[in-house]
């Protein structure tokens, strides 16, 4: 990972939880060979599959120590709080890793390899602060380039943030490679670089030059690939994060778009510091603004592409983590009904019918091109 192999100890302390530890779960699901163990003392002892569902018998350990013990040599910083600042807490931890040696990875928006302490200490032991969110030095605007490029582009986009859009594409990517397509993943967020080796988190690049970094990133990607699979971030109902969504879906000018849903989620997940003057939001649930039908949501995904280039939604992605299996089966069901497209959890249920979509697609563009 980024560079060498490594056996990396993730910190997760008091937050290894399938939502709260999303950057740990990630990695665990896509590198779990490169994991020695999870640090959090609130469930040590335990397993990571005990903990987040995945993981197998990787150990939660409640130190540093522990992560040693297990042969741990590099500390990978396992949330991506709100805010993105390292928790103060953790400060002694990141110290003591690196005083023992170990390169520290982190996806935070406050940058380890700035603070003077934490880089001198580097220095000092010879270790790398390696901050996957810095972005590049280079600031391209968009020109709808990417809408040129012959491989096919798909965009996971979401009804809210945090319901599985990185693990879509990459169950996505999976799935199609298995099948012999040239399939490519554009990290756009810090845990698909983790998993990734590259890519850029686009939520810390200037809004004005987002699209054109994503341009940049397809353009580059389809050179090898049939089918680029894009990272979505956000969603275009989010009070605070559809800036973010509207940049990726015109500097990525998809072909085709996967809608992501966490299944039973009815309000999109807002910050509540509503000003006590302003007016509640329209149907709002506990004062956020509700999830509207998916069909609703597939025709705004649609007609926000379309100011750039016309894309379809071809396929529903669920999240049914929450769900029992009987629940989950009927909530694809519900779904594909409701929406006419091809549904499924690529997670528990596999990629297969959304890949099955996204292939029918390309035929299509495919025969459309032959014919023009």
Known sequence: MLGRRRRLAILAEGSFTPLDGKTAVGVLRYRPDEVAAVLDSTRAGRTAEACVGLGGTIPVVADLAGGGAHGADSLLIGIAPQGGELPAAWRATVRAAIERGWDVLSGLHSFLADDPELAALAGARGVALLDVRRPPARRPVAAARAAAVEAMVVLTVGSDCNVGKMTAALELRRELQARGVRAAFVATGQTGIFVADRGVSVDAVPADFVAGIVEEMVIEAAREADVVLVEGQGALRHPGYSGVTLALLHGSAPAALVLCHHSGREAIRAPRHRAASAPAPADAAAGEPVIPPLADIVR?????????????????????????????????????????????????????????????????????????
């Open 300 to 372: 705004e995904y649609e007609q926000a592409a379309a100011w750039v280039r016309p894309a379809r939604v071809v396929g529903i992605a669920l999240n049914t983590l929450d769900l029992d299996e009987g629940a989950a089966r009927q909530a694809v069901v519900t779904a594909a009904c409701a929406t006419g497209l091809a549904a499924s959890d690529p997670v528990r249920f596999g990629a297969g019918p959304l890949a099955d979509a996204l292939l029918g697609h390309l035929e299509a563009r495919r025969r459309h091109a032959s014919a023009s």
